[in-house]
Structure formats: structure tokens, C-alpha cells
């Protein structure tokens, strides 16, 4: 019997017709995520599901997906997954990690570059006429080669952004569970996050979310930056507390923000979208047209896998066996 997989929103690159030569497909073109009831309506007969980070796959949903055998996120982060849930429903749960780190490493750098030399303010100013003549005073942003960089969480991404940090001849501190040899071999020193937080001139975060990551970034860690310095998050919203930066930019507790995602998305903090020296993007970080087909065809890798009885490459719970 082939399996029935449904693809639920749409995907770039040969991911949906590899899906198709081991599979019934059903494949929902329409963007943006389906409300709970329509979502679990669409999974009832699925015994596969490749899905994206908006698609809440909770225990709720997984109580009425009885067939379901394994979910597949097309995303790094599995955090709309309740993967505790999954296993014990011996469901399996597959990410795509590694194939995003080079893409994410690069936006983090575009939000580093853009903040702080302040692009997109100075092209509206461009754009909107006001340019009326060189000044040795306009636009002045903050220099961000030979600056010190504070990775928090220096896995596969935290590595790629290091790797590039280099040739922004900056210092690199970083934190992590345990002493990173690829990180100190580019030259990063594991501190504490302390230690992190008060010496980086920019902050960027990319450990992923769960309950010991919630908040990570508090208005006490953002006292503990200097007010000159910048923060990046391309990890995962609530990994800071939205509320607590857009208070401190707004006060000048730290200087700038280049945020990609956030606490409630696509809402935004009405104060965030107010704050001064922040630029904001919609979570667009492993958004080129070759990653995220890189991405979509790992996914559908994982089914491809399993429903030739090999384990998937990118299993996240092999407890689900148990
Ligand atoms: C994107 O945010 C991902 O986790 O892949």
C-alpha cells in the first residue's frame, strides 16, 4: 500500500514529486497555516506529514491523526512540535538541520551589517527625497568590523556565524554547554553568559527554543549589556522577552536590534515596531530559493526513509521506537 503523505502548505524544489514516486500526495498550495480544526480535517487520513514551522502539530491535533506515522518539519527548529507527544504515540519527528546553518549564518550578518550601519533608514531617507547633500554627520552608525561578537549557543549556526566573524576581524566570545573545538579553532573564547553580556559589542542568539531557552534575554540579561551594544536573534521569539527589549531600546539600555522572529508571529510587539535603531524582518532567515529547497528536499528525505523501513537520517526522537 503506497502511504499517504499530505505536504501542507507550499515548498520550493523537487521535494513534492521525489514524495510522489514513493506515495499518494496530498499537496495544499495554498500559503500560510491552516486553523486546528481544517489542519487535523487534512491530516485524518495522513500516514505522513511534511510540514512547516507554523503548522501546530500538538497533542491535540495528534489524537485525531490516527494513522499518522511520521511528522517531517521543514525547519532546523521543531519547537510547533510536541515531540514528547509524537513519541508516545510512536510517531516519528524529523527536522532539517545543517542544510539552513551557511543561509541563517548569512542573514545574521545582514541584520548585524543593517543595524548597525543603520541600511534600510538610510535608504527610506534616500528614497523619500531628503538627501540634499554629502555630510561628514549624516547617518553615522557604529563600526562593526574588530568588534566583539558574543555567540550564545555555538552549534552548527553559532559556528557559520564565527566562521564569517573572522573576516570581520572581530573577537569572539561565545557560550555553550561544553568547549566547542571548531569554534576555538576560529579563535572563540567559551565564557560565561555573563561575561558574554557585558563585554559583547553585539549579542546574537542562536540556541534553540525550549522551556530552559524561555526568556533567556530578560530585562535583567539586557541591563547586563552595555548601552552601546546591539542584539541579534535569528533563533527562535521567545528565546527574549519582547516586551523587556522593546522597553530597553525605548529607554537606551542598549543601542540596536536585528530581530527575524519573534514571540507571536506575524504579530509584533506594538512597542518593538516603535523602538528606535531596530530593524525587523519576517523570520526570513534560511529564506534563498536554494536552502529552503535544500530544506524541503530533506524533508521529504525523512519519509522517503522511513517508509523504506530505514531509520530517518534526521530523526529527532528515536525514542519513539521504544
Ligand atoms: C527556521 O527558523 C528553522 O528553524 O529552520
Given at each position: ?90 510517531i516519528a519527528v524529523t ?166 522572529v519573534f514571540e507571536a ?50 530523526l529527532v526522537n528515536p525514542?519513539?521506537?521504544?
Open positions: 500500500m503506497r502511504p499517504k503523505i499530505v505536504v501542507t502548505q507550499p515548498i520550493p524544489g523537487d521535494a513534492v514529486a521525489r514524495l510522489r514516486q514513493i506515495g499518494d500526495v496530498t499537496y495544499r498550495t495554498t500559503d500560510g497555516p491552516l486553523p486546528a480544526a481544517e489542519l487535523s480535517q487534512l491530516l485524518a487520513p495522513a500516514d505522513a506529514v511534511l510540514c512547516l514551522l507554523t503548522d501546530r502539530i500538538d497533542e491535540v491535533l495528534l489524537a485525531t491523526t490516527p494513522r499518522l506515522k511520521i511528522v517531517a518539519n521543514m525547519a532546523a527548529g521543531y519547537n510547533n512540535i510536541d515531540v514528547a507527544a509524537a513519541s508516545a504515540r510512536k527536522n532539517t538541520p545543517g542544510v539552513l546553518s551557511e543561509s541563517t549564518a548569512d542573514l545574521t550578518f545582514a541584520l548585524i551589517l543593517g543595524v548597525m550601519r543603520r541600511i534600510s533608514e538610510s535608504e527610506a531617507f534616500l528614497r523619500s527625497g531628503q538627501w540634499a547633500y554629502w555630510s561628514a554627520t549624516l547617518l553615522l552608525g557604529s563600526e562593526v568590523h574588530s568588534r566583539t561578537l558574543g555567540i550564545v549557543g555555538m552549534g552548527r549556526i553559532g559556528t557559520a556565524v564565527a566562521r564569517r566573524a573572522r573576516a570581520f576581524n572581530m573577537r569572539v566570545v561565545y557560550t555553550a554547554r561544553s568547549v566547542h573545538a571548531d569554534a576555538e579553532s576560529l579563535g572563540a573564547e567559551r565564557v560565561d553568559l555573563d561575561t558574554l553580556l557585558a563585554q559583547s559589542d553585539i549579542v546574537s542568539l542562536h540556541v534553540p527554543y525550549n522551556a530552559a531557552t524561555h526568556h533567556l534575554i530578560n530585562a535583567q540579561r539586557l541591563a547586563q549589556m552595555q548601552p552601546s551594544a546591539f542584539l541579534i536573534n535569528t533563533a527562535r521569539g521567545s528565546v527574549v522577552d519582547e516586551a523587556a527589549l522593546a522597553e530597553a531600546l525605548h529607554r537606551g539600555i542598549i543601542a540596536g536590534a536585528g530581530i527575524d508571529e506575524p504579530t509584533i510587539h506594538p512597542q518593538l515596531l516603535s523602538a528606535p535603531n531596530t530593524l525587523l524582518l519576517p523570520h526570513i532567515g534560511s529564506a534563498t530559493l536554494q536552502t529552503r529547497s535544500a530544506m524541503a528536499r530533506m524533508a521529504a528525505d525523512n519519509i522517503v526513509a522511513f517508509f523504506a523501513g530505514n531509520r530517518p537520517p534526521q525514542e519513539y521506537l521504544a
